[in-house]
C-alpha cells in the first residue's frame, strides 16, 4: 500500500525506557538546522488527534498500550500517516510497518536489553517518573515494597501493558530500506558514530552541514548536570546512562523471576543483538 507520492516520512518506534525523550529534543534540533521542511509530531500529538478520537479507546491504558505493541489487524489510523512529517515516541509494535513502504518512509527502533529495562523501570516508576494515574498507582506500591519485591511488581505490570512482547516482536523484525533497528548499547557506547549514522540512515544528514554542536548539546554529561556516564543517580530520569545494570542489580532469584516471566526473553536478546549491531568494535 502507497501513503505518500514524495518526501520520506520518519517514523521513531520504540518502548519506554529507551531515551525516547531524548530523540525529540536531538532531531527537532537537526531537523530545525537543515531540515525545516518536516513536520514534528509526538506519540501523544499522534494519540490525541488520531486514536482518541477513531477508536474504541479514549484515554491512556493498558490495554491501549498492548494493543498498539502486539496487534497486527488494528491499523491506529495508521493509513493517514502523512507526507513530510517526522513522527517521534511511538510506543508501538512492528505493526505500524504493514502501512509503510521503503519508497515513502524511514521507519527506526532502538532496542535494550529488556533486562535493563526492568531496572530502569522500576527506578523511574518510583522516583523520577511524572505522575500520571498510573505511575501513581504504581508508585504507591513500590515505595512499600522492598527492592526484590519492587522488581518482581514491575516485570509484572510490564508484561501487563505488553512490553516485552512488543520488544520481543521487534527482535524477529528483518531489517531493509525501510526500517533499521539500533542497540541501546551503542547509543551509550558509541555515541558519536550512532548518531551521524542514525542522520545518514533517516536521510537527514546534509552535505557541508557539521552537526557537532547539536550532538554535543545533547550528550549525556549535559542532560545530567555534569555526571559521567555509569554515575547513577537512582532518583533522576537520566540516572546513568550505562549498559548491563542487571548484571549488579538483579540477583539470580530475579533473573529467573524475569526468564520465566517473558518465556526467556533476555536469553532471546543475549543471542540476537549482535545481528543488529551498527558499530564495529
Not at 74 to 79: H, L, Q, S, T
Not at 151 to 179: A, C, P
Not at 188 to 197: G, K, Q
Amino acid at each position: 500500500m502507497q501513503l505518500f507520492k514524495k518526501n520520506k516520512t520518519i517514523i521513531h518506534c520504540c518502548t519506554q525506557k529507551t531515551a525516547s525523550q531524548w530523540f525529540i529534543s536531538f532531531l527537532s534540533d537537526v531537523i530545525a538546522k537543515s531540515n525545516k521542511n518536516y513536520k514534528i509530531h509526538t506519540f501523544v500529538d499522534y494519540r490525541e488527534s488520531v486514536i482518541f478520537k477513531d477508536s474504541i479507546y479514549k484515554k491512556p491504558s493498558y490495554s491501549l498500550q498492548k494493543d498498539l505493541y502486539t496487534e497486527q489487524e488494528a491499523d491506529f489510523g495508521f493509513n493517514r500517516l502523512k507526507k513530510n512529517c517526522f513522527y517521534t515516541s511511538f510506543y508501538i509494535g512492528p505493526n505500524i510497518l504493514n502501512y509503510l513502504s521503503a519508497k515513502d518512509a524511514k521507519v527506526f527502533f532502538v532496542l535494550r536489553d529488556p533486562r535493563d529495562l526492568v531496572v530502569s523501570w522500576y527506578y523511574s516508576a518510583k522516583y523520577s517518573h511524572p505522575p500520571t494515574e498510573q505511575i501513581n498507582i504504581v508508585r504507591s506500591k513500590l515505595v512499600d515494597y522492598s527492592f526484590d519485591d519492587g522488581i518482581k511488581y514491575s516485570i509484572d505490570e510490564m508484561n501487563k501493558f505488553g512490553l516485552f512482547e512488543g520488544v520481543k516482536r521487534w527482535m524477529t523484525q528483518k531489517e531493509d530500506h525501510l526500517v533499521r533497528i539500533y542497540l541501546y548499547e551503542d547509543f551509550v557506547e558509541h555515541y558519536t558514530t550512532f548518531c551521524l549514522d542514525l542522520l545518514s540512515f533517516l536521510e537527514l544528514k546534509k552535505k557541508n552541514v557539521l552537526y557537532d554542536d547539536i550532538i554535543n548539546k545533547h550528550s549525556y554529561k549535559n542532560y545530567s548536570s555534569g555526571r559521567k556516564k555509569g554515575e547513577s543517580n537512582n532518583k533522576s530520569h537520566y540516572r546513568s546512562a550505562s549498559v548491563d545494570q542487571w548484571k549488579n542489580e538483579l540477583n539470580e532469584e530475579l533473573i529467573e523471576y524475569f526468564e520465566l516471566k517473558t518465556n526467556n526473553l533476555g536469553a532471546y536478546y543475549d543471542s540476537q543483538k549482535d545481528n543488529f549491531k551498527k558499530v564495529e568494535q
